[in-house]
């Protein structure tokens, strides 16, 4: 007998292609991180699709259908690809209180614009093991809780909070606002990182792969924390910066203060 009103199965890389395949995982409340959409199309099916998903807080890329082409396994996606998340996104507030609840200074990294899956699944994995309070992504120009992120995260995404915000920005000034330092990573930074205070609650930020902070971001940071290199390269990629701070942070709020 045919199974009547299961939702559509994501692959394994977490797509799901087709109109009504998507209409039935919007219907279903299956996690979504992006929905890309046909550019130019003014089908009534794929707007429909575009305000439901804004409707639930879904990002709605409009690309071409070219790229489309490309991230399609089936050729047949009708102008329209999901891409479903591993998990459900956690609030800010989720985080302030997870530390809260272990009685600890909040230590939370803040991704700006960190693009590839790859070092964003790297970060996750490192600020788990560190035991970081969360991590946080904007909406847009980022990866998401994607199935590759999953992998290579080696499964850290199952246990540790990301939450996902329209403005960075404006997320760092509450975060201030609320007593939490601001640390930036940059290689023209100030502030040595071995001279840093990072027992406090501290928000440390994680520039792109290209461009690293964004003037805005870099403007919120209440430190530049600069990171020693003594080869001839002068910069980590992103993920391997994240740990090498994080675990400075671990270092120091391992360390006894002296009485």
């Not at 992504?137 to 995404?157: M, Q």
Request: proline letters at 5%; charged letters at 25%; hydrophobic letters at 45%.
């Amino acid at each position: 007998m045919r199974e009547q009103n299961r939702p559509p199965e994501a692959g394994a890389d977490g797509i799901i292609e087709g109109r009504n395949a998507v209409i039935e995982a919007l219907r279903a409340g299956t996690p979504m991180d992006k929905i890309y959409l046909a550019k130019g199309e003014t089908d009534a099916t794929l707007g429909h699709i575009a305000s439901t998903a804004r409707g639930k807080g879904i990002v709605v890329v409009e690309t071409d259908r070219r790229k489309l082409d490309f991230m399609s396994r089936t050729h047949a996606h009708q102008g329209v690809i999901a891409m479903a998340a591993v998990r459900e996104y956690a609030e800010v507030e989720d985080i302030l209180a997870a530390a809260r609840e272990k009685g600890e200074a909040p230590l939370i990294v803040v991704c700006d614009e960190l693009s590839d899956p790859h070092n964003l699944g790297a970060v996750i994995r490192t600020a788990e093991c560190a035991g970081a309070h969360g991590v946080i992504i904007p909406k847009r120009r980022s990866a998401g809780l994607t199935a590759v992120v999953a992998k290579t995260s080696a499964g850290a995404v199952s246990y540790l909070p990301v939450a996902r915000v329209p403005n960075l920005t404006a997320l760092l000034k509450d975060l201030k606002a609320q007593g939490l330092w601001v640390y930036g990573t940059a290689a023209e930074g100030s502030a040595p990182l071995y001279q840093a205070d990072l027992t406090g609650p501290a928000v440390i930020v994680i520039g792109s792969e290209g461009e690293g902070m964004s003037r805005l971001v870099r403007e919120q940071c209440d430190f530049l924390l600069s990171i020693p290199m003594r080869g001839q390269v002068n910069s980590l990629n992103a993920s391997a910066a994240a740990a090498v701070v994080l675990y400075e942070a671990v270092r120091q709020r391992l360390t006894p203060k002296p009485r």
